[in-house]
């Protein structure tokens, strides 16, 4: 499968504690983005990385949330001290040189749940 | 005033129907938009990217009018499995925004037999 992969698919936590995910772009993507999906909504953009950099975080990304892209392939997104109002679907997509400039593919996503 | 904006339905059509859907947008700098669908419990995933001079992909039709920031699908010859979420997307690049996708709530679709 050459799509884009997250893990894990499901996480459930108890409030206060932190927990990190991973997204695998598809090979040869340089743009990568986080968003965010809470029930009857669309998903909200959250941050972008060009190869490594990060280039652009909303203001939903508060001081508890940290991303990377060290070697410009994977990206992890680490929440601290999770809330219960972190509970959501968080997704990857990835974008760059295959298919359209602006055409963004998406990963299945990891549906957090706080307790 | 939410950057993108769509009516939420839910739309119940019968299998065969004609339905449309609209979609409102606040940056006048928009510079591409899309509809994308969602299956229940999974990712989006790009249905039709939508020009200016309108277009067409089998039973599915999406008209731009960038003087009323007004973006519309229309899905002819509704199949069960159409049944779905459909995402207004607003695409910003250029400048700083680098590319970022602003969905709307997404318009949930039912077509029944």
């Known amino acids: 499968d050459t799509g884009v992969s997250q893990d894990p698919r499901h996480k459930i936590t108890k409030r206060g504690q932190n927990v990190t995910f991973r997204c695998d772009p598809i090979?040869?993507?340089?743009?990568l983005y986080w968003y965010r999906q809470t029930l009857g909504q669309g998903p909200e953009f959250l941050t972008y990385?060009?190869?490594?950099?990060?280039?652009?975080k909303s203001r939903l990304l508060s001081d508890r949330f940290s991303a990377e892209r060290p070697k410009g392939s994977f990206s992890t997104l680490e929440i601290q001290r999770t809330e219960q109002g972190d509970s959501a679907m968080y997704l990857c997509?990835?974008?760059?040189?295959?298919?359209?400039?602006?055409?963004?593919?998406f990963g299945p996503g990891t549906r957090l749940t706080v307790l | 005033r939410k950057e993108v904006e769509q009516d939420p339905g839910p739309f119940n059509v019968p299998e065969g129907a004609t339905v449309a859907f609209n979609c409102t947008y606040s940056?006048?700098?928009?510079?591409?938009f899309f509809w994308y669908r969602q299956d229940c419990r999974k990712e989006p995933k790009l249905l039709m990217s939508?020009?200016?001079s309108g277009n067409e992909d089998g039973r599915f039709t999406a008209q731009l009018n960038r003087a009323s920031q007004y973006i519309s699908l229309l899905i002819r010859d509704s199949k069960l499995s159409d049944s779905a979420t459909y995402l207004c997307?607003?695409?910003?690049?250029?400048?700083?925004?680098?590319?970022?996708?602003?969905f709307g709530q997404g318009t949930i679709l039912t077509v029944h037999p």
């Open positions: 997509a990835s974008s760059g040189r295959q298919g359209s400039y602006n055409e963004q593919f």
């Open positions: 090979s040869e993507h340089n743009r």
């Open positions: 990385f060009q190869n490594e950099a990060q280039l652009e």
């Open positions: 940056n006048s700098a928009s510079q591409s």
């Open positions: 939508v020009y200016s």
């Open positions: 997307v607003v695409n910003d690049a250029g400048g700083t925004s680098y590319g970022k996708l602003t």
